[in-house]
């Protein structure tokens, strides 16, 4: 897979279902920014592969590819860029 101009390709990560103290967040928290790895960025992005991100919670395009999701989105939807 190969992103194309400013897109970034992501595989997102799961979600945490406890807090630290153990409190079960239920499947209706709204609001909540995604976090994703970018497995390839277009030429014009300004994110590398490996970059851990955040994302809005319905941003980007999910897609199925060879049995898995990932998502498409544009750099400038991307909210965070974690340090690793």
């Known amino acids: 897979m190969k992103a194309l ?3 970034v390709i992501i595989r997102p990560i ?4 406890k807090t630290e103290n153990g ?3 239920p499947d209706t928290s ?3 920014p995604n976090k994703g790895l970018v497995i390839s960025s277009g030429p ?3 994110v590398s592969p490996g970059s851990i991100i955040s994302f809005p919670e319905y941003g ?5 590819v ?13 909210i965070l860029i974690h340090n690793s």
């Open 44 to 46: 014009k992005s300004k």
């Open 30 to 32: 709204k609001g909540q």
């Open 60 to 64: 980007g395009i999910t897609v199925d």
């Open 23 to 25: 409190i079960i967040i």
């Open 5 to 7: 101009r400013s897109e």
């Open 14 to 17: 799961a979600r945490e279902q």
């Open 66 to 78: 060879n049995n898995e999701k990932v998502t498409i989105l544009k750099d400038t939807d991307i």
